[in-house]
């Protein structure tokens, strides 16, 4: 989705998946933002320095560089060593991961995500979770008629009124 956004020149206001955090390892491990990937060049390099290819598959074996490294202890569980997957859209996620972090698009993010997640919950309110009639068309439309009917009460709520045409009043 991320893709798709920004080949339309669209700014993303989509929290970023939080990253996995492997529950054997303490508090202060390292996290796959730790290592440096160098898309061009095909290399993962881990925090310790050691750098090992990317296979045509995506993946990053260490293996044996885990066995003496002081640090395997904040990185990895696994006997075989750290595996590193890296995905077709992973440097777009890795950059929505740091802007994140630095509080590129929070704003706008905590100023929409609340009126989102209310609506949504007017929407499955009153044992609305579930589809109601057998068939994907009498579900759409019961679905089109519940949404039109949340949008007028909000659109009543903020002061619809009928004066020789519908009008919503002045804010105050």
């Given at each position: 989705?991320?893709?798709?956004?920004?080949?339309?020149?669209?700014?993303?206001?989509?929290?970023?998946?939080?990253?996995?955090r492997?529950?054997k390892?303490?508090d202060?491990?390292?996290?796959?933002?730790?290592?440096?990937?160098?898309?061009?060049?095909?290399?993962?390099?881990?925090?310790?320095?050691?750098?090992?290819?990317?296979?045509?598959?995506?993946?990053?074996?260490?293996?044996?560089?885990?066995?003496?490294?002081?640090?395997r202890?904040?990185?990895?569980?696994?006997?075989?060593?750290?595996?590193?997957?890296?995905?077709?859209?992973?440097?777009?996620?890795?950059?929505?991961r740091?802007?994140?972090r630095?509080?590129?698009?929070?704003?706008?993010?905590?100023?929409?995500?609340?009126?989102?997640?209310?609506?949504?919950a007017?929407?499955?309110a009153?044992?609305?979770?579930?589809?109601?009639?057998?068939?994907?068309?009498?579900?759409?439309?019961?679905?089109?008629v519940?949404?039109?009917?949340?949008?007028?009460?909000?659109?009543i709520?903020?002061?619809?009124?009928?004066?020789?045409?519908?009008?919503?009043?002045?804010?105050?």
């Amino acid at each position: 989705m991320r893709a798709d956004l920004a080949e339309d020149q669209h700014t993303a206001v989509i929290k970023p998946m939080p990253l996995r955090r492997n529950p054997k390892l303490d508090d202060d491990q390292f996290t796959r933002d730790d290592f440096i990937i160098d898309h061009q060049a095909r290399t993962v390099t881990c925090p310790n320095g050691e750098t090992v290819s990317i296979s045509i598959g995506g993946d990053a074996h260490f293996k044996a560089r885990c066995r003496g490294c002081p640090l395997r202890r904040r990185c990895t569980s696994a006997k075989a060593g750290r595996t590193f997957s890296v995905g077709q859209h992973d440097q777009l996620l890795a950059q929505a991961r740091t802007d994140w972090r630095n509080g590129i698009g929070s704003d706008d993010y905590r100023q929409h995500r609340p009126m989102v997640e209310r609506t949504i919950a007017w929407l499955v309110a009153n044992r609305h979770r579930r589809v109601r009639y057998r068939g994907v068309e009498r579900n759409r439309i019961g679905l089109s008629v519940r949404a039109a009917a949340i949008n007028l009460r909000r659109l009543i709520n903020l002061g619809l009124t009928w004066q020789n045409g519908w009008t919503l009043a002045a804010p105050t």
